[in-house]
């Protein structure tokens, strides 16, 4: 079983910063995919960002430009950078993690982190 601990979130006015950060424990090797989702009131769950172990990235077109993922794999963790932030952007964070298997994959997920952008 693969842990995943979001953290990072809190409150911030519009044009803001947050790093979101995502450590992984556990049963953690081979972990090929780790991103971002988020989920915001009344909304369904959605990509934010995404990181392959080789450091290919995958960003949701409304956080282009503004949101930067990265990940190390020493330390089994990926961050958001997320920047000039947006209301919204307000939403519920998870991390994910997905393992690969020849015919499956699995997919973890964090308690997640709230983010709340606000005047």
């Known amino acids: 079983q693969v842990q995943l601990v979001e953290s990072g979130g809190g409150l911030v006015q519009p044009g803001g910063s947050l790093r979101l950060s995502c450590a992984a424990s556990g049963s953690i090797s081979s972990i090929n995919v780790m991103g971002w989702y988020r989920q915001g009131p009344g909304k369904q769950r959605e990509l934010v960002a995404s990181?392959?172990?080789?450091?290919?990235?995958n960003y949701a077109n409304f956080v282009k430009g503004r949101f930067t993922i990265s990940r190390d794999n020493a330390k089994n963790a990926v961050y958001l950078q997320m920047n000039s932030l947006k209301p919204e952007d307000t939403a519920v964070y998870y991390c994910?993690?997905?393992?690969?298997?020849?015919?499956?994959?699995?997919?973890?997920w964090g308690q997640g982190t709230q983010v709340t952008v606000s005047s």
């Open positions: 994910n993690a997905d393992r690969y298997y020849i015919k499956d994959v699995r997919r973890y």
């Open positions: 990181i392959t172990s080789g450091g290919m990235t």
